[in-house]
């Protein structure tokens, strides 16, 4: 880690708050919130935008106005982009503080990071915990042996690949099929076709897992499993991933195992 003298230096800083704010928000993060001039939260969580604003709470600033039902998420991930491009042109030291991990599954903090480089800002990216770190925790999913991962609506509407062998995790279930956001729950006509296509690699009948992570100390996570077939019965929620075990082991690679004279010492 930098050392803390060096904070001034960035003019942009982009942050995750964790799942739980209050246990999951590192000291380097809290650090830079304090000392920004403006903090651009995007959280739909009242405890970890109460953290946020005690922390700075002359320059805190929620982003949740951008949002709106019918929009197109794309919009609004530009119009994010632009209004933290107006505050570092206005002088502003400032901090991008998002739910979960900000590089994952988060467009426009990408998009912000570039845009103020090719600006001629300083712009930096920390580290934060994600929903499948959470759910690699709660669910014991050991990535040996591979794992892929998918937003739901783009491997829905894209020719992506799977490996059966490996575990699978769809994130953003509860909007699948959905470009545009929506305030309480997503119309939900794209999990049945979602489940067609999973069934042409995994069957009918094959174990899939409804995974939430608890946002407050204290709180057990949601899990729900059942079969693939149920899965356009089922109701997730916005905040819902989507977890799918392998359905059985890798085809080895004899000719490279024999090669190596490793053989009889491969068994994932």
């Known amino acids: 880690m930098r050392p803390v003298s060096d904070i001034h230096d960035e003019q942009l800083i982009v942050v995750g708050t964790g799942i739980r704010a209050t ?19 995007i959280t739909a ?29 794309l919009d609004t991930y530009a119009d994010i982009v632009e209004r933290t491009m107006a505050y ?10 998002v739910y979960g991990h900000p590089g994952v599954l988060a467009m426009s903090t990408h998009e912000a990071v570039r845009r103020a480089r090719a600006e001629g800002f300083s712009a930096r990216m920390l580290p934060a915990v994600s929903a499948a770190d959470c759910l690699y925790a709660d669910l014991g999913v050991d990535e040996f042996g591979g794992c892929i991962s998918y937003e739901a609506t783009d491997f829905l509407l894209n020719m992506r690949a799977i490996d059966p062998a490996c575990h699978l995790i769809l994130w953003q279930i509860g909007g699948v099929g959905v470009l545009t956001y929506e305030t309480h729950h997503y119309p939900l006509q794209g999990l049945e076709r979602l489940t067609q296509k999973l069934m042409a690699y995994y069957g009918p009948n094959h174990p899939v ?30 905040n819902a991933t989507m977890y799918i075990p392998p359905l059985g082991k890798a085809q080895p690679d004899v000719q490279v195992q024999w090669e ?9």
């Open 23 to 41: 246990g999951q928000l590192t000291i380097e993060t809290i650090a830079w919130i304090r000392a920004a001039d403006k903090v651009l939260y």
């Open 45 to 73: 969580d009242p405890v970890a935008e109460e953290v946020i604003r005690s922390l700075n709470p002359d320059g805190a600033e929620s982003l949740m106005d951008l949002y709106g039902s019918d929009k197109l998420r």
């Open 88 to 97: 570092l042109h206005q002088g502003h030291r400032v901090c991008m503080a």
């Open 209 to 238: 897992t409804l995974y939430e992570a608890p946002q407050f100390a204290g709180v057990e996570p949601i899990i729900g499993t059942g079969p693939l077939c149920q899965l356009p019965h089922s109701a997730p929620t916005p």
């Open 260 to 268: 190596l004279g490793m053989q009889t010492q491969v068994t994932a």
